[in-house]
T-cell receptor, first 115, second 110 residues
Framework: DGGITQSPKYLFRKEGQNVTLSCEQN?????MYWYRQDPGQGLRLIYY???????QKGDIAEGYSVSREKKESFPLTVTSAQKNPTAFYLC??????????????FGNGTRLTVT | DAKTTQPPSMDCAEGRAANLPCNHS???????VYWYRQIHSQGPQYIIH???NNETNEMASLIITEDRKSSTLILPHATLRDTAVYYC???????????FGEGTQLTVNP
């Protein structure tokens, strides 16, 4: 089945450590995105990539980094500079980027807890 | 992107139609209306989208008013599995990013 795989589902880290969240898609989509969701709130865009080897900051990029070396993969690193890293992280993809009318397809998220 | 306004919560009886409203009074002529839903602790699921004509698919119907300032998502026969947060989003065709607000918590009751 085609889809987006995020792993792991739950992740626990100590404060001060960097952590990388995995996102893989086999939909052959060009564009990929990372969102953050805090309890009872909507989604906020962290980073997005419309094509391989290119990515842009979203609304809350501080303390995060990404790479897009392969079309199917878009890992997110939560660095120690992120002041409130505990959250639900969602990865998404779409056929084409923001320039086109194409729905987003989401993974089932990674819940990160930093203590 | 145009801002959307949705009621924070709604209830619906199982088997009945669920009608979820969304106001987007500042919508521009080239902005699409998208609907997603999110079941607890899962990723959002795409439901439907439209520009100005009403749309229907296997999940739902989307009714957009003639002036495009509001829309209604209709789930024709709601089931308990339709209990979720429903997000209404408007999106231009170019250069914009999907912004999710707080949505409407729909609870389908037996």
């Amino acid at each position: 089945d085609g889809g987006i795989t995020q792993s792991p589902k739950y992740l626990f880290r100590k404060e001060g450590q960097n952590v990388t969240l995995s996102c893989e898609q086999n939909l052959n989509h060009d564009a990929m995105y990372w969102y953050r969701q805090d309890p009872g709130q909507g989604l906020r865009l962290i980073y997005y990539s419309q094509i391989v080897n290119d990515f842009q900051k979203g609304d809350i990029a501080e303390g995060y980094s990404v790479s897009r070396e392969k079309k199917e993969s878009f890992p997110l690193t939560v660095t120690s500079a992120q002041k409130n890293p505990t959250a639900f992280y969602l990865c998404a993809s779409s056929i084409q980027g923001f320039s086109y009318n194409s729905p987003l397809h989401f993974g089932n998220g990674t819940r990160l807890t930093v203590t | 992107d145009a801002k959307t306004t949705q009621p924070p919560s709604m209830d619906c009886a199982e088997g009945r139609a669920a009608n979820l409203p969304c106001n987007h009074s500042t919508i521009s002529g080239n902005e699409y209306v998208y609907w997603y839903r999110q079941i607890h602790s899962q990723g959002p699921q795409y439901i439907i989208h439209g520009l100005k004509n009403n749309e229907t698919n296997e999940m739902a119907s989307l009714i957009i008013t003639e002036d495009r300032k509001s829309s209604t998502l209709i789930l024709p026969h709601a089931t308990l599995r339709d209990t979720a947060v429903y997000y209404c989003i408007v999106r231009v065709t170019s250069g914009s990013r999907l912004t999710f607000g707080e949505g409407t918590q729909l609870t389908v009751n037996p």
